[in-house]
């Protein structure tokens, strides 16, 4: 069995001195030692046995020492330049600074539609960069910055038990999920942490199969806003609205919603008492688009509630547009671990594109907007409506 590294750097220390004393015909033997004991290359031996203990001056008066242990790092230039950082880190803004497996999905597409607009000049060099770059990389250039950019929630749901019999529980084997069209909803306080009194609520609902997003603030909870904020919430989607799933709050447990799915062919379930998870899709939207943008403060003037539904007009183009999202399409469980697989980030509006249930007129309107729309305008907007709030 070879010798460790560790017991070969103290053989070279043990030897050096010795070697460098020596006459030549000593050092020969004691080199042929060496080599045999430690498996080295003759002229690697040769290198270390003198070079470990030498003591040599540079210019300026310092003194290095050599050393075995020590190893000098090769220097290079990095591939990834400033002019490529300084890009990365202005795309990475403009997109709401996802993580780097989101990022690198959207960068061949990004990258020139922010150069058609004026927004983006690279050369051909940090073009090319930008879009070969791997999310791990992007993920490691962007780090400090992330950092530099590191609010708690509270739950104002209260329970609608008279019309309960009446919804049932959703079971996730009726829901055809791999269409557009089933609809999880709820509602995101703008409270303060202050529960008392009327304040606005946004009305977040979410498209399981797509993860297209739509958000309308109403004044308070009750059922009549809460309900014309769904209607005009259905009007804005590119698909049929053919289910919806809430929580058990009274706000959509009443009789205007259920006589309302009733008459339009919608299917209406709920979710379990105290089972957040069962809504995932749009609790996980209430943070990443609702909270992310408008915080946790108290918002309940009118104004403010004018300045809300004018911030969402654009974030829902941003996000639905720009933002691609992962979705779990495997979960293994390997005895005390969970092993989760995601498929490929995508916006909702690519998912939206590639859905065989979503009619081709639909598709060809969607592009005709996505055509219109650039990302670095939307999130100046959003950002100076951000201000105003």
Known sequence: MGLTMGERQSLVRVNARRYQRASKKEKRKILDEFVESTGYHRTYASYLLTGHGRRVAVPGNPMIVGDIRKRVRKKREPVYGAEVVKALKQIWMIMDMICGKRLKTALPEVVPKLERWGELKVDSDVREKLVRMSASTIDRLLADERKRMELKSRSGTKPGTLLKHQVPIRTFSEWDESNPGFIEIDLVSHGGGDEQGDFCQTLSATDVCSGWTETEAVQNKAQVWVFEGLTRVRSRLPFAMLGIDSDNGSEFINKHLVAYCDREGISFTRSRPYRKNDNCFVEQKNYTVVRKTVGYMR???SKELEILNRLYSYLRLYNNYFLPSMKLSQKTRIGSKVVKRYDEPKS???????????DRRVKQRLRVEYNTLNPA?????????????
């Not at 939206?352 to 979503?358: D, M, N, V």
């Not at 939307?378 to 100076?384: A, D, F, Q, V």
Request: proline content about 4%.
């Open 348 to 358: 909702p509006y690519q998912r939206l594109l590639e859905s065989s249930s979503i």
């Open 377 to 389: 305008q939307l999130k100046r907007e959003i950002m100076c409506l951000q201000q105003l709030l």
């Open 299 to 301: 918002h309940d003037s």
